[in-house]
């Protein structure tokens, strides 16, 4: 859409507010909200914001950033095409935006430029990545200050008929949402947990699917809210439960609209190209899972027989692995020959976790890198040779961890502005020394909701 097709839009939908909304480095959504007649002016000169806003933790502490001092401003400059109504807030919109300088360029520490620039480098080498975040989350209810799962007595099975009926009405009142928004529900299921659901959406370009992971959560919140519930993103809301996960899915184009990753000539279909995009993304996991597991949290989620992945494996329809080639399907195989990416979960940035996932592949392009043979079982039930054939290492077990790992990776570094950088390792270093210095009962509740 365009400028005046925004305006139009939002006064024929009777919109009164609109925010303006941004992720901080640490994954939690943000916005500011105008009144529909300051939108003409806003959507040309954005929404004013303190450089010192990207400096704030997700426990809201301000952390002391050399260039992100409470002195200056930034602006917010929306994106007219991700101009949405919000289906669960009457008289609300929303409109997804980039952090700019007064002259319109990157101040250094804008997320969703950083994947801009990332997807253009990919682009420069003639591959175009579309991609999804398949989404987990539990339904609770707050009950006297705990959340408690919104479940039968004994659980639903997982799949099951009775866990569908339990959660019919919102489920359709969720895809509904989401559809009005231009999301493409493609499957939506009660999954293991007590209270745990999982949606899934099409997919689309690169920056889209990143917006679009922006607009699930606060769609997936909104409408729970309307309900009653609360609907957790967090990677562990409960330690005794299974894990939430937003697994990446994601697939290689060149630029005249074939596919780079499916060879029907090649060992089960999958391309050279892809297999160096699998050894890039391999070989720069451990510091990689700092940006796509990034919460002290995460960790929880990554550990070994949990189809989580807590290696750097990767295999043919593996859930174990951390890069699942998935198997296409019948008379569709180009179109649905992806890849996906399981070390993920919703506590990270999407722009941050998708923009490095794509500049780790694109570095074992660019060097021809080999993935190893691809790993045939669990890889916790593999001997140490058949680790060192498949190339497979061990994940970090900790946020302190990944982040030294980060901090020792030049691709990944290199990859973000110098701000940017200084940025994301400060404030994640603050969150892990916070939630290392207090309990679970800490760390489990300001995770439940922040994401």
């Not at 700019?100 to 620039?117: E, F, M, V």
């Not at 790993?375 to 302190?400: F, G, N």
């Amino acid at each position: 859409m365009n400028h005046r097709e925004v305006v139009d839009l939002a006064r024929a939908s009777g919109v009164t507010l609109i925010r303006f909304e941004y992720c901080d480095v640490s994954g939690v959504a943000r916005s500011k909200a105008i009144h529909v007649d300051s939108l003409d002016n806003k959507l040309v000169e954005g929404v004013n914001l303190t450089r010192a806003q990207m400096s704030i933790n997700m426990l809201e502490q301000v952390i002391p950033i050399e260039g992100m001092e409470p002195v200056g401003e930034i602006r917010l400059v929306p994106d007219p095409n991700t101009f949405t109504v919000l289906p669960w807030a009457p008289r609300h919109a929303s409109v997804l935006c980039d952090q700019l300088d007064h002259d319109r360029t990157d101040w250094g520490a804008c997320p969703r430029t950083y994947l801009k620039n990332i997807i253009a480098r990919a682009a420069a080498m003639g591959i175009v990545v579309m991609a999804s975040f398949e989404n987990e989350y539990y339904l609770a209810r707050d009950v006297d200050g705990r959340y408690e799962p919104f479940d039968l007595t004994d659980h639903a099975p997982v799949y099951s008929p009775i866990g569908h009926d339990l959660n019919a009405d919102l489920m359709i009142e969720m895809v509904d949402a989401l559809s009005a928004q231009g999301m493409i529900p493609e499957q939506a299921i009660n999954e293991y947990g007590a209270g745990q659901q999982e949606i899934s959406i099409k997919y689309t370009d690169a920056l889209g699917a990143a917006d679009n992971q922006m607009k699930f959560r606060d769609t997936i919140r909104g409408v729970a809210l309307r309900q009653g519930l609360l609907a957790s993103f967090a990677p562990k809301p409960y330690p005794d439960q299974i894990g939430s996960g937003a697994h990446i899915h994601f697939s290689l184009w060149d630029l005249e609209g074939r596919s780079a990753l499916y060879d029907p000539a090649a060992d089960r279909g999958l391309s050279a190209l892809g297999r160096h995009f699998i050894a890039g993304v391999a070989e720069h996991l451990p510091a990689l899972v700092a940006m796509t597991a990034p919460s002290y949290n995460s960790y929880r989620r990554l550990q070994p027989s949990a189809w989580a992945s807590n290696t750097t494996a990767w295999g043919f329809d593996n859930k174990e692995c951390a890069l699942r080639v998935a198997s296409p399907f019948y008379h569709r195989e180009e179109a649905t020959y992806n890849i996906e990416f399981k070390p993920s979960d919703a506590s990270a940035n999407p722009y941050l976790a998708l923009g490095a996932l794509i500049a780790a592949g694109l570095d074992g392009v660019e060097r021809a890198l080999d993935p190893g043979e691809p790993a045939q079982h669990d890889p916790a039930q593999l001997t140490p040779a058949e680790w060192e054939r498949s190339k497979i290492r061990a994940l970090p077990s900790s946020m302190h961890a990944a982040l030294d790992e980060l901090e020792k990776s030049p691709v990944l570094l290199a990859s973000m502005n110098d701000l940017l950088r200084r940025c994301y390792l400060a404030v994640r270093r603050s969150e892990a020394v916070t939630f290392e210095s207090n309990d679970e009962e800490f760390e489990i509740r300001n995770h439940f909701y922040r994401f």
